[in-house]
Structures are given as C-alpha cells and as structure tokens.
C-alpha cells in the first residue's frame, strides 16, 4: 500500500482543464521529483494534495483511507506540510516561534494560568536544529536577517517536528546558492530516510536526478512519463516535458 495515491484527478478552471486524470502514488521514505514546464499542471496538484483546491472528481488516500481536505490546515493536521517558495515564514518572530506557530506548548502559570512554554520552544527548537545540522546563527532574534538556505532549512525543520508524513517541497531551491542548494538536498534525503514521503518540485534536472528516488513528468495536465532517476537522462526527461513523445507517438 501506497503512503499517499492520486487517482484520475481532474480540475477544470472554466473552460480550462488544468488536470485532465492525474495518476500518482508516493511511497513513505521516498523523494519523489514531480517536473513539467510552466503550465503543466504541478502547481495546481500539489494544491489538491495540500487542501488549498477543491477537486472536480477522481480521488485521494493517504495511508490507504481516502481524503478530502476543505483546507491546508486539515491537510496538515492529517499530516501533509507544505513548504512554498514563499516558505510562509513569519520574519518578525525567531526561529522557535515559527516552527511553533499556532501549535506553542503551555504550562500553568501558579497552576491556573496558561501561558507560552517559551523554555520548552528554546530547548526544543536547538535540539531540532542539531539533528537536522543547520547552520543557524544562536543569535538569530528573528527569521528576516537568514539566508534562504537557513530559512528553507526553518521550514522543512517544522515539517519534521510535526511528525509530517508527506512534505511537499515547492521550488525550494530556486533563489539559493549552490552550497545552500546542497544543504536542501541533504535536508530532503533526510526527510526520506526517516520515512516521510518527499514530493519535490523542481526545474533544475540536473538537482532532480542526484534527489529524487522517482521523478513523475507532467505535460499539459497529465502524467505522462514516471523513472526512477538512475534509470532515465535529462534528454529523455526534457522529451516528455515538451511533448516531444508525445508528438512522435500521434505522427506514428
């Protein structure tokens, strides 16, 4: 069984079909790579997984019990977190208040009052922080003075203590260095090998192939080409986003 299956998924935007019967599964422990040009659809798929859109038809499981999700915040507390470009990162609250956010640990004041565990945020946002081995400054007071690299590390660090099944990693790499790229793909790699199942996005073949397990090619709203990475090229991944086979298979 499958962590989390796609099954005929189709969504129509007006006169638009955007998912014309998307087919997907994602094993727990796995990266798997989801690549397409601009308008192949990746967007709008992981915003049915992740409870942003509503699906016209076809179906979703996770861990083999369908789903459906009227909201990101059912989707996360079933235990899929989403990690945008935009990381949705607060900039002016630390790195603890951001991985806590909305979720923050309490204890009785006098034994009546509840109020914020900030010690319990400090002790275990550093023990976070060490076992994923980011380089964070201790000083940091607030998230806005990290680099990309240290904030995406933020991000993927709260889908780890919230005991994520499926993280869903959105370009994260697309405005970073090369070293801090390489920290992504470490962080991600790490995700896996503790049994989340990684859906990454991405442009970048070159990163897709030494990340991803699997890599799923979407064209125009479809699945049209799934490999596992040591078995496929950037030539052949670069045919199916185009449609190059496509075109060839119809001239046939």
């Known amino acids: 069984m499958s962590l989390l299956e796609v099954r005929d998924l189709k969504k129509r935007f007006g006169a638009v079909e955007v998912l014309c019967g998307v087919d997907l599964t994602l094993e727990a422990g796995e990266v ?4 397409g040009d601009n308008g192949a659809g990746k967007s709008t798929l992981i915003k049915h997984i992740s409870g942003v859109y509503r699906r016209d038809s076809g ?16 989707a996360r507390r079933a ?8 990381l949705a990162l607060a900039d002016e609250l630390s790195v603890g208040a951001n991985i806590f956010l909305g979720r923050e640990p309490v204890r009785r004041w006098l034994g009546l009052l509840p109020v914020i565990d900030r010690g319990r945020i400090l002790q275990e946002t550093q023990r976070l ?14 998230v806005a003075g990290l680099s990309g690299g240290q904030r995406q590390a933020v ?3 709260r889908a780890l203590y919230w005991d994520a099944k499926v993280v869903i990693l959105d370009e994260p790499t697309a405005a970073l260095a090369v070293m801090e790229r390489e920290n992504v793909i470490k962080l991600s790699r790490m995700l896996a090998a503790k049994g989340v199942g990684v859906i990454y996005i991405g442009h970048n073949l070159v990163e897709i192939l030494e990340v991803a397990d699997r890599i799923a090619v979407m064209y125009r709203g479809r699945i049209v080409h799934v490999a596992r990475s040591e078995e496929t090229t950037q030539e052949e991944l670069i045919k199916y986003m185009t449609g190059y086979s496509e075109r060839r298979e119809s001239a046939a």
């Open 59 to 74: 179906d979703i499981a996770l861990g083999g019990k369908a789903v459906a999700f009227d909201s990101p915040k059912e």
């Open 129 to 142: 922080i060490d076992s994923i081995e980011s380089h964070i400054p201790d000083g940091a007071s607030t």
């Open 32 to 35: 798997l790579a989801v690549v």
């Open 155 to 157: 991000a993927i660090a």
């Open 79 to 86: 235990g899929i977190e989403t990690v945008y470009q935009d």
